[in-house]
C-alpha cells in the first residue's frame, strides 16, 4: 500500500520512555500508523521507544494523541518527546525495524504477567496447537522481569535466548498484526520449554504427563517443589491436614501463615469473603496474594493459618499453575520454595541441594530464571470510606515498575534499604525502581542474594549509582554494604525519616507533614531504638516532636524474639522498678528464676532503650498469654489483632501530654488496666481490643497536639506497626473527622519494604539543593 499525501506534509520522531517494551507497545503504534496511512518506523532501543512517522500534519497529530491515550493496559508511559524532522517524501509502508543497542539505558522492563485470558482459553482447547502447553504466552501475559538478562526487552536478552523457534512460531513473532507479535517469550510444545518430574535426589521420573503424575501425588498428601515465575513453591494440598504438618516440620515454620492457591474465584469464594476490591487484586495481571477473611467453615487445614482470622490466597498466575490446580481439584498451599529465613531457591540444582529434605518430589522446567522474586502481599483496607489496597510485600507482578519521585535527582542512587524486610531502589533521573523483597539479611544467604540482585538491577535499569542512600544504623548489613562494596558518595538517612518520605513522596507532597510513625526497631539519633515518633518533616529533614516512653529493651534482640521479656519490663515500669508478679497468663511459659533475671537485666541500665510500639504491641499480647516466644517477625502483636477482630470494648486510657518541648505518650496506665483485667480473667479478646482502642485515641491525640503546635494538618501514617488493620483503619476515621489529612503508603509497604525508596527520595532532595545535613537535624 502507498500513502497518499497532501500538500501540508509532516515528519516527527517521537521517543517514549517508561514501560514500553514487551507489553505489545510496537504492534499497538504499527496499528495506529496504518490506520492513519502513515510511513515510517517503530523499533525498540536502549531507552524505550522510537517512532518516526511521516504523512498529513492532520494524521500525525491524531496518531500522536492516540499513541499516548490509548496506550496497552500494561504500558507505563512515563515522558513522551517529540522532535519534528524534515518530510523525506517518504511513501512506503510503516515498519517495525529490529531493536538497537545504545550506550544509555534507561527502558524499563516490564513486570511478570499472569496467563490472560485468551492463552487460558487457548490452553484448554483440545484443537489448538498449544493444547495443555504449561508455556502458553503472548505479549499481553507471560515471564518478563524473572527471564530478562538486559535490554532492549529483545528474546536474545531473555532466558528464552536458548530456544529457538519453530516455523510456526515464527511466522506469529513477525507478524505485527498478530498477538503473539514480538512475544519474547513466545514457545509451543515443538520448540520450547519442557516440564520434567523428579525425584528428592533430582533423578529424572519416567512419566509420560508429569504434571498429572506430580498431582495425583499432592491428592495423595505428597509435598511437591514446583518451579514457578521467580523460584520454587512448595506445594501440599491445603485440606489434608497430615501433609501440610510434615511440611511444617519440614520447613522448620511452626506458624508463619501459609498461602493457598486456589482454581478460580469461585473457590475462592468458598474459603473467604471477597468484595469488589478484593476480586479486582485476585483477577489482576499481577496475581498477588490476598489477605481475605476466612469464612468460618471454611474446608481446609487450621495449620495453613494458625491462629489468624485471614487467609492468603491466589490464583494460578502461570499456564502450570493452571494445568496443576485443574487436575488436583483442590486447593494448594504454595509458599516460598526455602527453609525458615532463607531466600527462595531459583536455581534448578540449588533447589534440589536445598529442597531435598523438604520435598518429596520436584515439578520443574529448563527454561531458566534469571531474577528470583518471591510473590507479593496485599490486603484491603478501608481509608475514611474508601476500600484500598495496601501492601504488605510487593514483589511479583509489580517489581520492576518504576516508581515517581516528586523531583529528579542530580545523579543516580542505590538506595540500600535496611535489615529486615529489605528490598533496594535504583533511581534514574525522576524514576525510582525499587527490587523484589529480598527478606532478611540475616542469613548469609539471603545477604549474599542482596549483592548479586544489586548488580543485577544496575545491569537491568541502566543505572549507574554515584550515591548511596543507607540507614543511620551502622550494624545493619545493607549499611555495610554501602560503605564497603562500592565508592560512592554516602547520605545517612534516619530510619523513621525514611518511612515518612516514602509516604509523602508516592504521594507528590513537597510540604510538610506530621508523622506518626508506629515501627518495631528503628536506630534514632540519640542512640535509643525509636519505633513510636511523631516527627515533623519534609523530604529534606525532619524534627522529633514527640514519642513513646522509653523503656528499657531486656536482652537487647532478645526481647524482639521473646515478648514476654518486654510484658516484665512494662510491668516492671507501671510498679515503679518493683519486681512485677509473673502474670498467670505466662507462668507455664516462664519460670520465676526467669522472669526475676529478666527484671535485673530491665534495672539495671545495661539493655538497649527503646521508644517501639510494636515492642509495646508485643508486651500486651504476652501479658494476655498470646505469643510469649515467636516463630516469626509480628507474630505477637498479629495475633492480638486477630482476637480483636469485630470486637468493641471501651479504650484502655493512655497519657499525652507536653513535657518540655516534645509530646509524649505515655502507655503505663493501659499496661495497668491491662495487667488488672488479665488477673480477673476478662475475656481476652475485650482486652486485645481495649489496647488496640488505646493506642487509636493515643495516636489521635498525639497528631491532634501536634497540628495545633505546628499548624501543619497533614498526617503520615507509616512503619511496620500500621500493617495492623484495627489501628490503620480506626486511627486514619478517627483524624480524619478531627479535620486532618491522612496519607498512607499506596504503592509501597509500610513496613520496611518501602525503605529503600524514602532513602532514595531524601539522598534525591539533598543531593538536588546541595544538602549534606546530620540525619537528626532539624532544618
Known sequence: MLITREANVRRVRVAIDGVVQGVGFRPFVYRIAQSCQLAGFVRNDSRGVLIEVE??????????????????????????????????????????EPSTHGAATTA????????????????????????????????????????????????????????????ACRD????????????????????????????????????????????????DGAIVAIKGLGGYHLAVRADHDPAVRRLRARKRRDAKPFAV????????????????????LLTSSSRPIVLLERKSRAPISANVAPRRAELGLMLPYTPLHHLL???????????????????????DDEAIERLGDIADLFLTHDRAIETRCDDSVVRVVNISGTRQSLFVRRSRGFVPQPIELPAAGAASILAVGGQI?????????????????????DDWMAFAAYAANVEHMERLTGATAAVAAHDVHPEYLSTKFAHEARRLRLIAVQHHHAHLAACLAEHGVHDPAIGLIFDGVGLGTDGVIWGGEILLGDLGGYTRIGHLRPIRMPGGDAATREPWRMAC????????????????????????????????????????????????????????GLAPRIAYEGQAAIE????????????????????????????????????RDVAARRPVEEIAASVHGGLVYAGLLGARAAAHRTGVNTVVLSGGVFQNVLLLEALSDALVRDGLRVLVPRRLPPNDGGLSYGQAAVAAWRENHHVSCDPGSSR
Not at 498478530?178 to 509451543?188: G, K, V, W, Y
Request: hydrophobic share 40%; glycine share 6%.
Open 55 to 96: 504523512g498529513a500534519a492532520s494524521s500525525i497529530d491524531d496518531f500522536l494523541r492516540d499513541v499516548v491515550v490509548h496506550a496497552p493496559p500494561h504500558a507505563q508511559v512515563a515522558h513522551v518527546l517529540v522532535q519534528d524532522l524534515d518530510p523525506r517524501r517518504d511513501t512506503s509502508v510503516f515498519r517495525v
Open 261 to 280: 492457591m486456589v482454581s478460580g474465584v469461585n473457590e475462592a469464594a468458598r474459603l473467604a469473603e471477597l468484595g469488589d476490591e478484593e476480586l479486582h
Open 325 to 347: 490446580l485443574d487436575a488436583v481439584a483442590a486447593p494448594l498451599v504454595m509458599t516460598s520454595g526455602n527453609a525458615s529465613d532463607e531466600p527462595i531457591a531459583y536455581r
Open 640 to 675: 492480638l489483632e486477630a482476637i480483636s477482630r469485630g470486637v468493641h470494648a471501651e479504650p484502655y486510657p493512655i497519657n499525652v501530654e507536653a513535657i518540655d518541648d516534645s509530646i509524649l505518650i505515655d502507655p503505663r496506665p493501659l499496661v495497668q488496666n491491662l495487667e
Open 108 to 167: 524499563s522492563i516490564p513486570a511478570d504477567l499472569a496467563t490472560c485470558d485468551d492463552c487460558f482459553r487457548e490452553l484448554f482447547d483440545p484443537r489448538d496447537r498449544r493444547f495443555r502447553y504449561p508455556f502458553i504466552n503472548c505479549t499481553n501475559c507471560g515471564p518478563r522481569f524473572t527471564i530478562a538478562r538486559g535490554l532492549p526487552y529483545d528474546r536474545a536478552s531473555t532466558t528464552m535466548a536458548a530456544f529457538a523457534m519453530c516455523a
Open 421 to 441: 524486610k529489605n528490598t533496594i531502589c535504583l533511581t534514574r533521573g525522576d524514576q525510582a525502581v525499587v527490587g523484589p523483597h529480598g527478606g532478611d539479611l
Open 569 to 624: 519490663a512494662w510491668l516492671a515500669e507501671v510498679h515503679d522498678g518493683a519486681l512485677p508478679e509473673r502474670p498467670e497468663s505466662l507462668r507455664e511459659h516462664v519460670t520465676e528464676a526467669q522472669w526475676a533475671r529478666v527484671h535485673r537485666l530491665a534495672a539495671n541500665g545495661s539493655t538497649p532503650i527503646t521508644t517501639s510500639v510494636g515492642r509495646l504491641l508485643d508486651a500486651c499480647a504476652a501479658i494476655c
Open 172 to 219: 506469529e513473532y513477525e507478524n505485527p498484526l498478530d498477538r503473539r507479535f514480538h512475544a519474547e517469550p513466545i514457545a509451543c510444545p515443538s520448540c520450547g520449554p519442557r516440564v520434567t518430574l523428579r525425584d528428592a535426589r533430582g533423578a529424572v521420573i519416567d512419566t509420560k504427563n508429569p504434571i498429572l503424575t506430580a498431582a495425583r501425588s499432592l491428592y
